[in-house]
Structure formats: C-alpha cells, structure tokens
C-alpha cells in the first residue's frame, strides 16, 4: 500500500478542486492504488460496526487533498497529498514558493486578471523597464500585505471574495500580514506591440463599476490620467470628469470610515482593498500619476508587459503585488500569466508529473506516480511522516510473525 504527497503541473482553466476530482477518477479503478482502497473498505467495515452512520459519504474513493490552492488561470506545481500523506499538506502551505506572473500594465479589472472585466484604464507611456526594475527594490524583503478583497480569505465564517460578489461591505478589517519576497527579479521585458497579451475587451456595467466603488473603492484609490489632462483622451481612454477623492492609505479597511482623512504626503494610494504597504518614496522615483505628453507611447503600440520571478513567504498575494507595482508606475496593471515553478522541494521539469501523462493510461502515470510517493517516503524516514508510520508497522508485523513462531 503506497501513499504519500507528490505534485504534479496543473494545467490552466481548471480548479485545483478538479485536479483532485480528476486524479480520483484515474487512481480509484487502478492497480498501483487497489491495496490502499481494499485497506479503506476493511476499515470501513469496522467503523461501521462500531459508529453506525457516522459517515454520510459511502463511497470509497483514493483520498487526496493539495498543499495550497492555484488559480484556474494559473499553472505549475500543486502538491497532492494521497492517504495519510494528506495529513503532511500543511507544512506544504507554509513553505517557501516561486513564481513566474506576468504583468500587463493599463487597466484594472473586477477579477486583478486580464480575464475579468475592465472597470477603469490608465496611461503606460511613462512605463519603462527601468523604472519597473528600480521600483521592485522597494519591495524585496520583509513588508506587510493586505490580502486582496477577491480572495479565499475568511471573515466571520465567509470568504472575502463572497463579499464582493454580493456587493456587501466586510464586517471588520483586513489587516495587513506579514510576508517576505526573499527574491525578486526580472525575466523579461516586453514592449507595447512586441507581445500578444490584452485586456478583456468587455468593459464592466455602470452597475458593476457601482458595485466596485462600493466594495473595492477603487474611486477612492485611483484618479486615471486623463482626468488631469482634460477632456481629451489619453491611450484610448476617455476623461470620466470624475473628481479625486482621498486615497486609501496604509491604515485603511475596504470599510468606509466615517470621517475621511487627509491624504498623507509622500504615500500613494493603494489599489483595491489594499495591497503592501506603500514603500517610501524618493524624488528620483517616477511620479504617482503622470500626465506628460512627451512619454505617451505611438498611437497603437499597445501597454507594455513585464515578466518577474519570485521567491516568496506563505500567504503572499501575487495580485496584490501586481496592482501595488502598477499603482507606483503611475498606471494600473493586471495580472495575464502565473506559474508556479517551485514549492518546497517540488520543482517543474525535475520531480513533478505532468498533468497530461494522465490521458495517457496507468502505464505511463502509474511508474511516475510511485516513484515519486516513493522516493517522498524515503526522504521523509525520521520526519515523523507517512514513511515512519508504514515502518513501524512493518516492524510491527514482523515482531507479531516471530512470536507467532
């Protein structure tokens, strides 16, 4: 009877939920895992006879679980825990990761992806890989982070991102939490027009935008270019005549207070319900909000896009950083491509399984799979793990089998 945790490369458009459901249905009928669902049904068995009804599910499915969630959008590596192996999956939420996400800069949408729709656009001419790379030094190292409104947080019993698609406003704070980018770095730069990323071409409804206001405040926290301009457009996006109200500072809630503050001088608003805390500015950094017409791009060339690898600590939202990074750029931006390349000891292309063996028939998956429950059990001997259970009852066995004789 083999379990353990292994990962494996999940594919985009799909949930981790369903990575699950699908493994299930490749490991309940095979042979590699019929000694671990003969070992559930004995068991069953005798939890029957001792806790009638206790469970409500009578099925008996390969149990597996995953070491921290991905995006249906985002790809790489996802830890799977199988059997007792489940039991291991939160040391696996607190480890170290590293993430490849592309940027694009421009817009901001209801989702913090290029999948959702477009509340408000801003001007990317002022964006430049040198400016990105010297403002990614403001958040290396230890910051705190507000997880974004659109998030699996919990709040008295319900996730963030029900709030928001109710259009109800959170019942208490979010606080900042601490986290740690141990590395951060550009992987590569790509000019307006040199790429084929873009934003949803739906604009959300007034009412959506209505909807944002109230929960995102993101009236609040953003005042495009083109409403200083004036009433021409600025990259194709027209002037809202729209005034500037306060900005969300590094104390605020995605709760309105009842008396608006001053904003404070040096502090840039936060996108959202909050991202990290605004760093410290310099006067060499590149203004909030721009508006010069000498670093608008040629009409048509399209917002850049930048790809960036991070190293960092458990709970840190990719999104969070992406809008906070935007935000500082004078613009707004959008997460287009995340991958995650690496947790804990799993890395893509050298112990991970790739999800499309799968299609392929237990033949191909099945050697993959041991191996890599395998060699996790082995490395985990002396770690109180899934590996030292099944020892002991080796020994176990084996100590029963010599007093028999």
């Known amino acids: 009877m083999i379990e353990g945790v292994f990962a494996i490369n999940k594919p985009a458009s799909i949930s981790s939920a369903q990575v699950i459901r699908?493994?299930?249905?490749?490991?309940?009928?095979?042979?590699?895992?019929a000694p671990w669902l003969a070992a559930e049904r004995?068991?069953?068995?005798?939890?029957?006879?001792?806790?009638?009804?206790?469970?409500?599910?009578?099925r008996v499915q390969v149990k597996i679980g995953h070491g921290g969630t991905l995006d249906p959008m985002a790809t790489g590596v996802l830890i799977m825990g199988v059997g007792k192996g489940t039991k291991r999956l939160q040391g696996f939420l607190e480890c170290t990761k590293v993430y490849e996400a592309t940027i694009l800069f421009g817009a901001a949408t209801d989702t913090y992806d290029v999948q959702g729709k477009v509340l408000r656009r801003a001007d990317y001419g002022q964006v430049t890989r040198e400016k990105v790379e010297k403002a990614l030094g403001k958040f290396r190292g230890k910051l705190m982070q507000r997880p974004p409104i659109y998030s699996?947080?919990?709040?008295?019993?319900?996730?963030?991102?029900?709030?928001?698609?109710?259009?109800?406003?959170?019942?208490?704070?979010?606080?900042?939490?601490?986290?740690?980018?141990?590395?951060?770095?550009?992987?590569?730069w790509m000019e307006g027009g040199s790429h084929t990323y873009s934003f949803h071409k739906e604009e959300a409804e007034d009412e959506a935008k209505d909807l944002a206001e109230k929960v995102l405040h993101l009236e609040e926290s953003v005042a495009t270019s083109a409403n200083a301009v004036g009433s021409e457009s600025v990259n194709g996006v027209a002037n809202t005549g729209a005034k500037r109200k306060r900005p969300l500072d590094d104390g605020d809630s995605v709760v309105p207070r009842k008396k608006p503050e001053l904003e404070r001088d040096g502090v840039s608003p936060s996108l959202m319900s909050g991202g990290l805390q605004s760093p410290s500015r310099s006067p060499e950094d590149p203004p909030v909000h721009p508006h010069s017409q000498q670093n608008l791009p040629p009409p048509?060339?399209?917002?850049?896009?930048?790809?960036?690898?991070?190293?960092?600590?458990?709970?840190?939202y990719v999104r969070s950083f992406t809008h906070d990074l935007g935000e500082m750029m004078g613009s707004l931006a959008c997460m287009c491509a995340l991958v995650r390349t690496r947790?804990?000891?799993?890395?893509?292309?050298?112990?991970?399984?790739?999800?499309?063996?799968?299609?392929?028939?237990?033949?191909?998956w099945g050697p993959k799979v041991e191996q890599l429950l395998t060699d996790w059990q082995r490395s985990n001997q002396g770690n109180d793990g899934v590996a030292d259970r099944s020892v002991d009852e080796r020994r176990r066995r084996r100590n029963s089998s010599s007093d028999a004789s």
């Open 22 to 33: 699908n493994l299930q249905h490749h490991f309940n009928p095979s042979a590699l895992f």
């Open 42 to 58: 004995s068991s069953r068995k005798v939890e029957e006879r001792t806790h009638r009804n206790r469970r409500k599910d009578k």
């Open 300 to 316: 048509g060339q399209g917002p850049p896009a930048v790809k960036l690898r991070m190293t960092v600590t458990s709970g840190f």
């Open 343 to 364: 947790q804990g000891d799993f890395e893509l292309g050298k112990n991970v399984l790739e999800y499309e063996n799968l299609e392929k028939g237990e033949d191909v």
């Open 152 to 188: 699996a947080l919990r709040v008295q019993g319900k996730r963030l991102y029900e709030y928001a698609r109710e259009g109800k406003e959170v019942p208490k704070e979010i606080e900042a939490r601490p986290v740690e980018v141990k590395d951060l770095e550009v992987v590569e």
